[in-house]
């Protein structure tokens, strides 16, 4: 080792012992683990008992061949995709309209800003049982009981709508879509300061050549706001994905399957599945999930060409 190289880590060794502990949390709670599902998704039978007892003759690719050829795994991302599909637009369309309508200067402002996030405050626990409490497929669920009383059901004659057990998949799903219209605050503050940050002399330049609010709004909101909407979409569609063993907390049923998402296929591949965990097949699930995710980050990151950054001719 060069006196040079001994000088240089002499002058950096403060900075190495502060970042030691954010490198070993990495290395132990997220390199460690990645590289372990990996090399785990290569063996076909590997169940909790016979954890870190690898049996090499079961090694290979048959896992990644068995989700596949499994329809299960088909159906089950098909409604990952169909749920991110919707779901992403829908709300991020939904929480940037509402967060500029809010971020605008109107007395009571700060108090509909507090409502608005308010929903975001509630504990997982606390929420579940709100929703679960809405969304009840019995009479004394809120939304049955709100259509009973309004009369556009006939309590006597007919069944309360079950919702996310539903036979349907289009009940089942829009049910579950819905009740995430209730956290759309939760990206508020994210959006109000970026509209926050635009210049205000670009709004009192259209203003002054005439420009209409909606042009106003699709000309210099929309474009300042660009890089904020990409950093949303990519942080969306990752969550999006991942969804899976929240399903359980409002049905224990994956709503008769349309709820069965690739997520909660890996939880119940790697925990339930009836006492019969095979590690192997989920880890193995877990990176088709991984590779889909990564796949459509680079193509999102690719395709980026109308974001727009200060700076940029």
Request: hydrophobic share 45%.
């Amino acid at each position: 080792m060069t006196l040079r190289i001994k000088n240089k880590i002499k002058e950096n060794l403060v900075g190495y012992l502060l970042i030691l502990p954010l490198l070993v949390s990495l290395t132990v709670f997220t390199i460690y683990p990645l590289g372990l599902a990996l090399f785990q998704s290569f063996f076909t039978d590997l169940t909790i008992k016979r954890y870190m007892n690898y049996d090499w003759s079961t090694f290979g690719f048959q896992n990644y061949i068995n989700a596949f050829q499994d329809e299960g795994f088909w159906h089950s991302l098909r409604l990952t995709f169909t749920y991110a599909g919707i779901t992403v637009p829908l709300m991020l369309t939904l929480s940037f309209l509402a967060s500029y309508a809010l971020s605008k200067d109107f007395k009571g402002a700060r108090v509909f800003r507090v409502l608005y996030y308010l929903p975001c405050l509630i504990p997982g626990i606390v929420s579940a049982i709100i929703y679960s409490y809405i969304y009840a497929g019995e009479a004394y669920g809120f939304i049955n009981s709100l259509l009973y009383s309004l009369h556009i059901r006939d309590f006597l004659s007919e069944d309360a709508i079950v919702f996310f057990d539903n036979e349907l998949e289009v009940v089942a799903m829009t049910s579950f879509i819905s009740m995430g219209l209730f956290g759309i605050g939760g990206s508020s503050p994210f959006w109000i300061a970026g509209f926050k940050a635009i210049p205000r002399s670009y709004y009192e330049a259209a203003e002054l050549d005439g420009i209409s609010k909606p042009r106003i709004f699709f000309k210099i909101t929309i474009p300042m706001m660009s890089k904020y909407i990409f950093y949303q979409v990519i942080s969306a569609f990752i969550g999006a994905f991942q969804i899976g063993q929240g399903v359980l907390q409002y049905t224990q049923t994956a709503g008769n399957g349309n709820l069965n998402f690739l997520g909660l296929v890996i939880y119940n591949t790697a925990e339930a599945n009836f006492g019969s965990p095979n590690i192997g097949y989920a880890s193995a699930l877990s990176y088709i999930l991984f590779v889909i995710i990564g796949g459509l980050t680079i193509i999102l990151f690719k395709y980026n060409k109308f974001v727009y950054y200060e700076g940029d001719n």
